[in-house]
C-alpha cells in the first residue's frame, strides 16, 4: 500500500506530533516533517522517533530551521525564501505520514500557506482537533476551506476529552465520508502510552 497523508491541525499547539506518532505506530508509517522552525535539538521528528517503532522510517526535514516561529519568518531570518516547488514527497514503499507546521494558513513565504503545500502534494488530510474556548470555530473554518480547495478529508482525530455539547456540534459538520479516530488523553508521553492508544484505535476505529 503506498497511502499517503497530510497532518494538519485546526491551530498550534493542539497535538498533530503526538497524533502523528500515535497513527505512525497504528498503520506502521514512515513520517516526515517537510518544515522544523526551531528546537532543531528536540525536534518533532525526534519525538515520533524516540516514541515509536525503531523499525519505522523518518524521512529527513526539507528545511531544518533555528529561529522557533513560523516557517515564513523562520526562514527569512536565514536568509531563505521557502518555495512549494521546493518540496517534493519523499519516495516509499509504505504509508506516508507527512506532518505539517501549526493550522492550514501558516505562511511558508509571503504567498503561499501550508494549505497550498497541501494541494501541491494532492494527498488527503487528517484533521486534529482539540477541544478548547474555540475550537469550534476553528474546526468549521478549517473543514470549511479545505471543502472550498476540494482536499479530501480522511480522517478527523479527536485529541484528548470534549465536553459533550462540544463534540456533538463537531459531529454534525464533519463530512460524511471522513472517519473518526478518538485518542485518549496522553499525559505521559512513551512508547508505553502511544500503543496504549495504538490499542484504543484499534478496538474503537470501525
Known sequence: MNTKYFITGIGTGIGKTVSSAILRQYFQADYWKPVQSGDLDQSDSMLVKQLTSDELRIHPERFRLQYPASPHQSAAMEGIEIKISDFQLPVTESILLV???????????????????????????????R????????????????????????????????????????????????????????????????????????????
Do not use: M, W
Open 99 to 129: 506532518e505539517g507546521a501549526g493550522g492550514l494558513f501558516v505562511p511558508l513565504n509571503h504567498r503561499e500557506f501550508i494549505i497550498d503545500l497541501i494541494e501541491h502534494f494532492n494527498i488527503p488530510v487528517i484533521l486534529v482537533v
Open 131 to 206: 477541544d478548547y474556548l474555540g475550537c469550534i470555530n476553528h474546526t468549521l473554518l478549517s473543514l470549511e476551506v479545505l471543502k472550498l480547495r476540494n482536499i479530501e478529508v480522511a480522517y478527523v482525530i479527536f485529541n484528548g476529552n470534549f465536553v459533550p455539547e462540544t463534540r456533538e456540534v463537531l459531529l454534525k459538520h464533519i463530512p460524511e465520508n471522513s472517519r473518526i479516530i478518538e485518542l485518549p488523553e496522553v499525559k505521559d508521553f512513551t512508547r508505553v502510552s502511544i500503543q496504549e492508544a495504538v490499542e484504543s484505535i484499534q478496538r474503537n476505529l470501525k
